[in-house]
């Protein structure tokens, strides 16, 4: 059974800095893994999705790398400003013919002006 | 634009009554669609994988007679929460996309059971 772990729980930086988002996953056995961005109340907003076949993908501020091997990726959100505050999650789509996908818990971000 | 839309975005219902919440994708054709479930300040859990023309798969631990799942066309698959209960007060959120592509989420269906 695929189990994913974000690490930190929760985050509290300044606004200005560059911080680093870890996710972990157990089984490699994956199709993607994909970033969202989930305001307090809100639904999903995808950040960035990267293929299994993938090493990393940029959007703007944000970086998203994957080493399937060792199952693990990173969000690194560069220059970070108030309005990224928010809970951020990694979502793992596994290798079957359902492709159904397994969140992490999320780290949530706060950054302060 | 949003591939993926829900129907209620909020419903408040009173304990006992049954809820159905629709779930339609908007520019692609879905054999499969996914129902998550989110409990506050926790993360999303699989409940179910909807199947266009079968049986639904639900996720151990949730009642298949108690969340109706039913994905009668390729557009279109519907929860029903069965004699809700205070306790399935929930953010519901499906999902869709093509296998090995991008999932797009639809933007939620926010459950109060008074």
């Known amino acids: 059974k695929q189990e994913v772990t974000q690490i930190p729980a929760a985050l509290s930086v300044p606004e200005g800095e560059n911080l680093v988002l870890n996710c972990s996953f157990t089984?490699?056995?994956?199709?993607?893994l994909q970033w969202f961005r989930q305001d307090p109340g809100k639904g999903l907003t995808s950040l960035l999705l990267?293929?299994?076949?993938?090493r990393e993908q940029t959007s703007g501020r944000l970086n998203a790398s994957l080493d399937k091997s060792s199952g693990r990726s990173t969000l690194y959100i560069a220059a970070s400003q108030p309005g990224d505050s928010a809970t951020y999650l990694c979502a793992v789509r596994i290798n079957t013919n359902a492709g159904k996908s397994t969140f992490g818990d999320g780290t949530t971000l706060t950054v302060k002006p | 634009g949003a591939v993926v839309s829900q129907h209620p975005s909020r419903v408040i219902c009173k304990s006992g009554t049954s809820v159905k919440i629709e779930c339609r994708s908007l520019?692609?054709?879905?054999?499969?669609m996914f129902w998550y479930r989110q409990f506050p300040k926790q993360s999303l859990m699989l409940m179910a994988t909807?199947?266009?023309?079968?049986?639904?798969?639900?996720e151990q631990g949730v009642e298949k007679d108690k969340f109706l799942i039913n994905h009668a066309s390729l557009t279109l698959s519907t929860l029903t929460v069965t004699s809700a209960h205070p306790e399935d007060s929930s953010f519901y959120i499906c999902s869709s996309g093509q296998i090995e592509a991008e999932q797009y989420f639809g933007p939620g269906t926010r459950l109060t059971v008074t």
């Open positions: 089984d490699s056995a994956i199709y993607n």
């Open positions: 990267i293929q299994s076949s993938q």
């Open positions: 520019d692609f054709q879905a054999t499969t």
């Open positions: 909807s199947n266009e023309g079968s049986k639904a798969t639900y």
